[in-house]
C-alpha cells in the first residue's frame, strides 16, 4: 500500500474554539438534578386550568381593576422578563459544557418561568385589556399606576441590557448566587401571597407559583453544594456583590426599590403605596411595609445561613437590619440576579 494511501480518511478536524455548544455530551454526576428533574415533570401545570371565571373583573371598581392590575404588572418585571433570563442561562450552561442534569435543571425553569408570565399577561389583559400601556385609564389610580408601570419598564429594559453583559463574564457559581438569591424572594412573596390572598383564581396560582419556586430553590442549592467546597477565591468577593446587587434589584417586587439601580420619579413609591392600598382592599394579598420588611429580612438571613456554610461573607443589608460586609463598586449596569 502506498504511503499516501495509509493515512487516508485520518485528517481530524480543526479543534473547535470555545465557547460553542458543541462538541456535545450527556454527562452526569450530580444525582440531586434527576430527582429535581422527576419532580418537574409530575408537577407541571397549564396556567388554562387555573379557575379564571372566579375573577369577575364587572364586579370590581375601576380602581380595583386598575390596581390589582398594576400589581401584576409590578410582577411582570421579574416574572415575565424570566424565561428570556433563563432561557439565555440555559444557552450559557451548553456553551460552557455543563452537565446534562444542569441543562435540563436550566430547560425547567425556563418553561415553569412562561407559565408565570402567562399568569401575569392574563391577570392583566382580563382586568385592563389592553394593559398595562394600551390600556386607557378610568381612574386617576389607574393613570398612576400607568405611569409607575412606564418606569418599572424603564428599569426592566436597562437590567436585561446588563444582564446579556453580565453572563458570559461570571462563572457558573456566580450565577448560582444570583439565581439563588431570586428563589428564596419569590418562594417568600409566593407564600405569603397565596395564604393572604382572597381571590381563588390568584390564590391558586400563587399556590403552583410557590411550588415552582421552591424546586428552583432546591435547584440551586444542589448545584451550591456541588461546587461552592472549591469556588474561586477571585469569586468569593463577586458573590458578596451580587448578593447586595440582587437585594437592591428584587426589593423593586419584595419591598421598595432603592435609590441604587432604580431610576424613578420622587412620587413612585408613594403613588405605588397608594395603588397597592386599593388592591388589597380588593382580596390580593400584599403585604404592608412592615410585613414586606420583615418578610425580606428573613429571606437574606435564609440566603446568609447557605453563603455562611461555605465562609462567603455577606454584603450589609441596613435597610432591614442585617449587619455585614461592606459593599461598593457594584456595577450597576452589569448585574445578574433572577426571579
Avoid at 67 to 75: H, K, M, N
Avoid at 110 to 135: F, K, M, W
Avoid at 277 to 298: F, P, T
Wanted: hydrophobic share 40%; charged share 25%.
Amino acid at each position: 500500500m502506498a504511503a499516501a494511501d495509509v493515512n487516508a480518511g485520518q485528517e481530524r478536524p480543526p479543534a473547535i474554539e470555545q465557547p460553542n455548544i458543541f462538541p456535545l455530551s450527556w454527562e452526569r454526576h450530580t444525582a440531586k438534578l434527576e430527582e429535581i428533574w422527576q419532580s418537574s415533570q409530575r408537577e407541571y401545570w397549564d396556567p388554562a386550568r387555573l379557575p379564571w371565571d372566579t375573577l369577575q373583573p364587572e364586579r370590581m371598581s375601576d380602581e380595583e381593576r386598575e390596581a390589582v392590575a398594576y400589581w401584576f404588572s409590578l410582577l411582570s418585571v421579574f416574572d415575565a422578563s424570566a424565561p428570556p433570563v433563563f432561557a439565555t442561562a440555559l444557552i450559557h450552561a451548553y456553551e460552557v459544557h455543563e452537565e446534562d442534569p444542569v441543562r435540563r435543571a436550566f430547560f425547567s425553569i425556563t418553561r415553569d418561568e412562561q407559565n408565570h408570565e402567562i399568569v401575569c399577561g392574563e391577570a392583566i389583559s382580563r382586568l385592563t385589556p389592553g394593559g398595562p400601556l394600551n390600556y386607557e385609564p378610568k381612574s386617576e389610580i389607574g393613570r398612576l399606576a400607568k405611569r409607575n408601570v412606564e418606569w418599572l419598564y424603564h428599569n426592566g429594559a436597562r437590567y436585561w441590557k446588563g444582564y446579556q453583559k453580565a453572563v458570559p463574564r461570571y462563572s457558573m457559581a456566580v450565577l448560582f448566587s444570583s439565581f439563588l438569591m431570586g428563589e428564596v424572594a419569590s418562594s417568600t412573596l409566593f407564600h405569603y401571597m397565596y395564604t393572604h390572598t382572597r381571590i381563588p383564581v390568584f390564590r391558586e396560582a400563587f399556590r403552583a407559583i410557590g411550588r415552582d419556586e421552591g424546586r428552583h430553590m432546591a435547584i440551586c442549592l444542589a448545584l451550591m453544594e456541588r461546587d461552592y467546597p472549591r469556588i474561586a477565591p477571585e469569586d468569593r468577593a463577586i458573590v458578596t456583590k451580587q448578593i447586595r446587587a440582587g437585594y437592591v434589584f428584587l426589593s423593586g417586587v419584595l419591598f421598595e426599590p432603592p435609590a441604587e439601580f432604580w431610576e424613578l420619579p420622587s412620587d413612585f413609591i408613594a403613588n405605588q403605596r397608594a395603588i397597592e392600598e386599593v388592591a388589597r382592599q380588593a382580596g390580593l394579598g400584599i403585604a404592608s411595609y412592615d410585613e414586606k420588611r420583615e418578610n425580606w429580612r428573613q429571606a437574606m438571613l435564609n440566603v446568609k445561613g447557605v453563603l455562611d456554610r461555605y465562609g462567603i461573607p455577606f454584603p450589609a443589608i441596613p435597610e432591614v437590619g442585617i449587619t455585614g460586609e461592606e459593599v461598593a463598586d457594584v456595577e450597576w449596569d452589569e448585574i445578574i440576579p433572577v426571579f
